[in-house]
């Protein structure tokens, strides 16, 4: 049996810093849980393989509120998400049970180094500060930033067409900075929602965001008022995180990882959420 651990739900965040001709980085959020996972194979030494094989299971910490990443269907179901199953086809894949912890973000990296649980999948993406400390697996998600328009609007191509026009962006993203750096004006919203809506009445040209959150929104509500009209060229790539010592279990992750791309697995499950293969 999985054990579903109760958590107040909190709101990810995604930052990237980017230009249209620099790199793209993804932050991923998550939620706090002080409950310590009883079966957790971490060590100082780190999460060595043969003692995951030997317990059967692995511990695995996620948000549980992270839509369409983790998150419980109706709000109280089994838990799942893209995140959710890509590891559970990982643990089927390698003969072991996973079982989630459900934990607040800014207390994920804090519970893998306290080892409460084994790994993290979260969308936690591949940064050069996270794998100077932690272990990461073979990409799982690859995403970029994507200019969006109306979908008879043919005037945006690139995010050099961005130049005099206005885009709805939120202040506090950076993807504020990706509009301004491509010369647009910036009109200021709360979120993605508030974005679509002034697209639509026509009160701004464009938006920027990450083509995750506007391929969830398209697979979710097939909006087809508004297209994705750029995208940048370079990418941001999330794994699965693990405590430095954990080569063992990394490596057979990535095994399963290069199955389930390979036998087509991994893009069953993001065509499923996303309506398009965002695993490669």
């Not at 369409?68 to 990982?90: C, R, W």
């Not at 643990?91 to 607040?104: A, K, P, S, V």
């Not at 790539?237 to 389930?260: C, D, H, R, W, Y």
Request: hydrophobic share 35%; charged share 25%.
């Amino acid at each position: 049996m999985r054990r579903h651990t109760p958590t107040l739900p909190i709101r990810r965040a995604l930052g990237v810093a980017a230009t249209a001709a620099a790199a793209l980085t993804l932050a991923a959020c998550g939620s706090t849980d002080t409950e310590t996972a009883d079966n957790s194979t971490a060590s100082a030494e780190g999460v060595v393989w043969e003692d995951v094989a030997s317990a059967g299971v692995l511990q695995v910490g996620t948000e549980g509120t992270y839509r369409p990443f983790s998150y419980h269907e109706g709000g109280t179901g089994e838990i799942t998400g893209y995140d959710v199953e890509v590891i559970k086809a990982v643990g089927e894949n390698l003969g072991i049970e996973i079982e989630f912890n459900e934990t607040q973000w800014d207390g994920m990296f804090a519970g893998l180094d306290a080892g409460r649980f084994d790994t993290i999948a979260n969308q936690v993406t591949m940064t050069e500060e996270r794998q100077a400390d932690y272990l990461f697996t073979d990409p799982y998600t690859v995403s970029t930033g994507v200019v969006v328009t109306r979908a008879d609007d043919d005037s945006v191509s690139t995010f050099a067409d961005l130049e005099g026009k206005t885009t709805a962006q939120s202040l506090s993203s950076n993807w504020r900075t990706l509009a301004e750096d491509s010369g647009a004006d910036v009109e200021p919203v709360e979120g993605w929602d508030q974005s679509v809506s002034l697209l639509e009445q026509g009160r701004v040209d464009a938006t920027i965001n990450d083509k995750l959150t506007v391929l969830d929104y398209l697979n979710v509500k097939g909006n087809e008022n508004i297209k994705i009209a750029a995208e940048t060229e370079e990418s941001s790539t999330v794994g699965f995180v693990f405590p430095q010592g954990s080569e063992t279990t990394v490596e057979k992750f990535n095994e399963a990882l290069s199955e389930l791309a390979a036998d087509g697995t991994l893009t069953e499950i993001s065509e499923e959420f996303f309506g398009d293969d965002v695993s490669q």
